[in-house]
């Protein structure tokens, strides 16, 4: 078989090779196919001219069902091959993990029309389009082996990958296939996107340093605010364009730091939550001057999760982002609705599941959890005999029995007694809670303290998520009983009494963590909470 070359170029200075077969002897390259990874079909080596095959035991099964006939001799397929690695490299994998410069390589020893060269290309080619395959429906990285509480359901593939992939690239080709398994999803296409644009931007030299020795305020001059408007520019987010020199001193109107400036900068600090005071501080310098590769991690993070997750969601659920301290409902009929919200702290982290919320709690009690009572309540009561009665606690002993506050020994280490707060707008939980009994005590719930939803950091509760907007919340998850409406859920309210209301229809939940995610046209970026980028980055590396 004679090889020609040809670049094929994608876009970021890595060049890759598209076969062009002239001629074709196909029975002397199935004999090497057959050799190389032996009679029985059966893998003698997990390499092949010292490239690891990743799909060591399906490769050998694939071409077993083909009889060992090459699979990457028409120049079509070769072609499509190539275009859907590419693809891949653009949903935040990278060109390595496709074999791209092996393929190179033996591409070019293919090209003196050996059948061992040529037997070597098609099998590592396989050993690519498997790889891809796989880490589009499953990711590269396995959650469950980096988060103990990880309980989200597994794709399952019920046919035979082997016998899928020789269907498709004997019958629709291997883009056919790509395209069925392919991430269908809003907000993971916009992340693609992001990806392709903050590539672009590092292509381009990735933003400078913002000189960050001095607090800048709305209405400074310094030198290091031409620096910001430079950053902004970069990263394509200034929209506010330098005033004109109209200072008696003759200051370079790129020095100020004017009122539209300031615009700009607390649209940056909402992005990425912080405090959108416009005052550019530790923090707000710390995601100023993270590089543009910083960002594109996060994407390709975010991609990765999103590869976990957005298969098996079904046409209505509720997803909250612990990391963006947000919540949304998505309903069937596509409609997205989304309120702030306040997730656990770094101490006291929410953790990563998934379960299905059955009702909700109106007026509920709040049985405060062990830890918290050892952590918080009970130096407050030592300190305060007060703050009890004050704050509608009752006590209970081992036995549950209500028993009186002053029956209790409250400098021991265990006093061996259980705090329940009764209902009322002062409870901890507001007045209504959404429960999905899980082992962590964790679930969504109103607040008493509404003000700590102005903050755009808000990683701030023992573990539990807190909505804004819990009313509205629980007339959406009622929607299609005939029996709820407003009134019916004010009265509830109204009469002190805790209640319980079941769904019409069990909605899943996903305790989710996205460090960066798309909102409209916006990139939003959170500089891990929880510090759990980095082994997930750490997996996608290798």
């Known amino acids: 078989m004679h090889i020609q070359l040809r670049l094929f170029s994608f876009g970021f200075a890595i060049l890759f090779l598209l076969i062009l077969p002239v001629q074709t002897i196909a029975a002397p390259v199935s004999e090497q196919i057959k050799t190389l990874l032996d009679a029985n079909g059966a893998a003698t080596s997990a390499k092949v001219q010292n490239t690891s095959l990743d ?12 009889g060992f006939a090459p699979a990457w001799e028409d ?16 949903q935040g994998f990278e060109p390595e993990d496709f074999h791209f410069l092996k393929l190179q390589e033996l591409a070019a020893a293919a090209q003196g029309g050996g059948t061992e060269a040529q037997a070597m290309f098609d099998i590592v080619a396989t050993d690519a389009a498997v790889k891809l395959i796989h880490h589009l429906v499953f990711g590269k990285v ?3 082996a980096l988060h103990d509480e990880w309980n989200f359901s597994k794709t399952v593939i019920e046919q035979d990958p082997a016998v899928i992939l020789n269907e498709y690239i004997n019958g629709e ?25 903050y590539r672009t931007i590092a292509e381009q030299g990735g933003w400078p340093h913002v000189p960050d020795q001095t607090v800048l305020k709305p209405g400074m001059t310094d030198p290091a605010v031409a620096v910001l408007r430079q950053r902004f520019a970069a990263e394509g987010v200034l929209r506010a364009m330098a005033t004109d020199a109209t200072s008696e001193n003759n200051i370079d109107p790129h020095w100020v730091y004017d009122d539209k400036l300031a615009e700009d900068v607390k649209a940056f600090q909402t992005r990425h939550g912080l405090e959108a005071d416009g005052v550019i501080g530790p923090r707000t310098f710390l995601s100023l001057n993270q590089p543009v590769e910083d960002r594109i991690n996060k994407i390709r993070l975010s991609l990765e999760r ?3 997750l957005m298969r098996e969601t079904g046409d209505e659920f509720v997803l909250v982002n612990i990391a963006g301290a947000r919540t949304y409902l998505v309903k069937s009929d596509g409609t997205l609705w989304t309120t702030r919200s306040i997730t656990g702290s770094a101490y006291r982290k929410t953790p990563v599941f998934r379960d299905e919320i059955k009702y909700m709690e109106f007026n509920p009690t709040w049985t405060v959890p062990a830890s918290i009572f050892r952590k918080d309540k009970l130096s407050r009561i030592r300190k305060d005999p007060g703050y009890l009665s004050r704050n509608n606690y009752i006590v209970r002993n081992s036995n549950g029995q209500v028993i009186p506050t002053n029956a209790v020994n409250w400098s021991a280490n265990n006093p061996g007694v259980t705090l329940v707060q009764k209902p009322g707008p002062e409870n901890a939980l507001g007045l209504v809670k959404f429960m999905f009994p899980n082992k962590y005590s964790v679930y969504l719930h109103d607040t008493n303290d509404k003000g700590l939803f102005d903050r755009n950091e808000r990683n701030l509760s023992s573990g539990c998520v807190r909505l804004e907007y819990p009313f ?21 309210l109204d009469s002190g009494k805790t209640t319980r209301v079941d769904l019409p229809n069990p909605i899943p939940v996903l305790l989710t963590y996205w460090t960066a995610w798309v909102e409209g046209d916006q990139v939003h970026f959170r500089e891990d909470p929880y510090q759990r980028d980095g082994p997930i980055l750490e997996a996608l590396k290798r």
Not at 55 to 66: D, G, T
Not at 75 to 90: D, I, P, S, Y
Not at 183 to 193: E, H, K, S
Not at 472 to 492: H, R, T, V, Y
């Open 75 to 90: 120049a079509q397929a070769v072609e499509e091959l190539l275009g859907e690695l590419k693809f891949g490299v653009e």
């Open 306 to 308: 999103g590869r976990w």
């Open 472 to 492: 509205e919340f629980a007339n959406l998850l009622m929607e299609g009983d005939p029996e709820w409406s407003q009134e019916k859920m004010q009265a509830i």
């Open 142 to 144: 396995d959650p469950a």
């Open 173 to 197: 080709g291997f883009p056919a296939l790509i395209n069925r398994i392919a991430v269908d999803n809003p907000q993971y296409r916009m992340l693609v996107g992001a990806l392709a644009r």
């Open 55 to 66: 799909a060591k035991i399906l490769v050998p099964r694939f071409y077993e069902q083909r």
